[in-house]
């Protein structure tokens, strides 16, 4: 068996699918081991290039594939697909990753770091207990209704609706009872988000990155521990522009013949990181309109002119660039003002 030079893992819970090439680029190596098996033989091997695909736990095996002096390098699925010949196999897959991470211009995912996973996990966790909550309230006021109670939008509210339900003499006992069970079930999830809500704010305050950016209008505590988890290491980007376009922020390209043609936005990349985003886009748009200046005047320009979730999409774009920008070179937030007199 030749040297072996680079190894694409298809990984799985329990079976891992190995397929390695030697100098040459010919097949030397096609192995299928179990979960217990893999490290300890990649760790008989001298040092080499390992691939893996992105997955949930991508970074945990590129983490200790590390450790054992390999160098690990995850690729994005998409960018492995074209390579898979036909047929779906382990064997396939794992030797379509292996040919795509030869390629010079193949695009990796940066290995996060434990902590920048925590912090992805906090994220994650709290956006569940939000979308419970508002399913709780949106059923509490469901049912509510159904006996002729109503009340205002927010979360405000409710209180005053379970109130007003629990003082009414004429409501059968069960209907209260299922009612007491939701606003039991609702006080819980609630009491937890404001626990992850100071978990989010210590975090928050121990990330001199997420620091840094949340001095930019529309960028709070949860998109600067966004931005900084999930990121890892922003010069993996060769612009601020391929930063937003991996977010989903900038239009598809259509163009052919010499004819360049711009669609829709393409919305690829990590949905919550753009909803993110645009919300925050669109505070600073609200706040404008409210105070009538935003030290931009192209925004201001495209407010007048053009929808405004158009509009928001734009300054999120804006903001992922200059947030791409601001983890690249480690500056502060700088204000229209303050650029300006900068230069005069």
């Given at each position: 068996m ?43 091997l ?37 390579y ?16 795509a ?10 290995v ?15 956006d569940?207990?939000?979308?419970r909550r ?55 999830v ?36 966004m ?50 985003l ?29 929808p ?37």
């Amino acid at each position: 068996m030749g040297k072996i030079i680079r190894i694409g893992i298809d990984t799985s819970k329990s079976v891992f699918q190995l397929h390695g090439v030697d100098e040459a680029e010919k097949p030397v190596l096609r192995k299928k081991l179990s979960r217990k098996q893999m490290l300890d033989f990649l760790s008989k091997l001298p040092p080499l290039k390992v691939g893996l695909e992105a997955c949930g736990a991508s970074h945990h095996w590129g983490r200790e594939i590390r450790a054992l002096g390999h160098e690990a390098v995850l690729l994005p699925p998409q960018y492995v697909k074209p390579y898979v010949k036909r047929g779906k196999t382990d064997a396939a897959d794992a030797e379509a990753i292996c040919e795509a991470m030869s390629r010079p211009t193949m695009r990796f995912v940066t290995v996060k770091t434990p902590e920048e996973q925590a912090a992805q996990m906090l994220i994650g966790l709290r956006d569940q207990f939000v979308r419970r909550r508002t399913q709780l309230s949106n059923a509490i006021r469901g049912y509510a209704a159904e006996f002729g109670y109503v009340a205002a939008k927010g979360l405000s509210h409710l209180p005053q609706l379970l109130d007003d339900i629990r003082a009414d003499d004429m409501l059968p006992d069960l209907a209260l009872e299922m009612i007491e069970t939701l606003a039991r079930d609702f006080e819980r999830v609630d009491t937890q988000i404001a626990t992850l809500d100071r978990k989010l704010q210590e975090t928050h305050r121990s990330s001199e990155v997420s620091q840094r950016l949340a001095q930019m209008p529309g960028v709070g505590p949860v998109a600067g521990v966004m931005l900084s988890a999930k990121i890892g290491v922003a010069r993996d980007f060769r612009s601020g522009r391929d930063f937003a376009a991996w977010i989903g922020l900038t239009p598809k390209n259509h163009s052919t013949a010499g004819k360049s043609r711009l669609g829709v936005i393409t919305r690829a990349g990590d949905e919550r990181l753009r909803s993110v985003l645009v919300v925050g886009a669109t505070a600073v748009i609200n706040q404008w309109r409210r105070t009538g200046r935003t030290g931009w005047p192209w925004l201001e320009n495209l407010i007048a002119h053009k929808p405004p979730k158009l509009a928001a999409v734009a300054l999120a774009n804006k903001m992922a660039r200059m947030a791409w920008k601001m983890m690249t070179s480690a500056e502060d937030y700088q204000s229209p003002w303050e650029r300006a007199s900068a230069a005069s």
